[in-house]
C-alpha cells in the first residue's frame, strides 16, 4: 500500500467514527442535529452582525465560522458521551467500560473477580494506588470487594487499596462521575512503584481462576466515541 493512502484511510476512518457516534446520539437525542446547527448557525449570525457594523465583514465572517465550528464540536463531544452512557448504564460490566477511558498512567483490569448473580470487581492501577471498583447488588458487591481488598493488600507492598461501589444508591459512583472520581485520588505512588506493583499484581492474577464477564449484551465502548471527537 502506498505511503499516502494511509492518511486518505486514518481520515475515512474517522469520518466513520463520527457517523456512528452521531447516529448513537441521535437514537437518544433526535433533536441533536438541528441543536447543532443552530448553534453553528448561531454564532456565525453574531460574527456576521459585527462585521456589518465594525466591518471588515470579510475578517469576521471566518472568524465566526471558525468558533461556530469549534462550539458545536465542543457540545457534540458532550452529547456523544451523555449517548454512550446512557446505552451502557444497567449493563453488567458498564463501569469496566468507563474505566478503560482513563489514559496514560492507569492500568484498568475488567472483571477481576466475578460471581454467579453479576456481581464483579473491575481494577485501576494508577498513582493513587489499586483501585477495586465493584458493581451489582450493593450488600452482595461489598462483600466481594471485601475479599478483593484482603487479597490485595496481601501483595500492596503498602500501596493504598481503595474500594468503590458503582452505582446510583448512597455512598455509590455513578458512572458517569467515575473516572473523574478516580482520577481526582490523592496520588501516593510514583512511576517506579507503580511498575513494580504491577508485576506483584501479575503474580496474584496468575494463581486465581480465569472469571468470564457475564453473559449479556456487551456495552458500547466510550472509547472510541471519544477518540472521534479528538480525532485519534
Given amino acids: ?47 456576521v ?7 471588515p465583514l470579510m475578517v469576521w465572517i471566518p472568524l465566526g465560522v471558525a468558533l461556530g465550528f469549534l462550539a458545536a464540536t465542543i457540545i457534540f463531544g458532550r452529547k456523544v458521551e451523555k449517548a454512550a452512557y446512557s446505552q451502557i448504564e444497567g449493563q453488567a460490566g458498564a463501569a469496566a467500560s468507563a474505566l478503560q477511558t482513563l489514559r496514560r498512567g492507569w492500568t484498568v483490569t475488567p472483571a ?12 485501576v492501577v494508577g498513582r493513587p494506588g489499586i483501585v477495586l471498583v465493584g458493581e451489582g447488588q450493593a450488600s452482595r458487591v461489598k ?11 496481601r501483595v500492596a507492598g503498602g500501596a493504598p487499596v481503595i474500594q468503590i461501589v458503582a ?35 501479575k503474580a496474584l492474577d496468575a494463581v486465581r481462576p480465569q472469571v468470564p464477564m ?19
Avoid: C, W
Fill in 214 to 232: 457475564p453473559k449479556g449484551p456487551v456495552p458500547t465502548s466510550l472509547k472510541g466515541a471519544r477518540q472521534a471527537m479528538k480525532g485519534r
Fill in 143 to 153: 462483600n466481594l470487594l471485601a475479599a478483593e481488598g484482603k487479597k490485595h493488600n
Fill in 167 to 201: 452505582g446510583q444508591g448512597e455512598d455509590e459512583i455513578d458512572i458517569r462521575k467515575l473516572t473523574k472520581h478516580v482520577m481526582k485520588l490523592p496520588q501516593a505512588l510514583q512511576p517506579s512503584e507503580i511498575t513494580d506493583l504491577l508485576q506483584r499484581l
Fill in 49 to 55: 452582525v459585527v462585521g456589518l457594523l465594525v466591518g
Fill in 112 to 123: 477481576v473477580a466475578v460471581t454467579k448473580n453479576a456481581d464483579i470487581v473491575h481494577r
Fill in 1 to 47: 500500500m502506498a505511503k499516502n493512502d494511509a492518511p486518505e484511510e486514518k481520515k475515512t476512518g474517522r469520518l466513520k467514527q463520527i457517523a456512528s457516534a452521531y447516529k448513537l446520539t441521535k437514537k437518544s437525542d433526535p433533536t441533536v442535529g438541528l441543536v447543532l446547527a443552530g448553534i453553528f448557525l448561531g454564532i456565525v449570525a453574531v460574527f
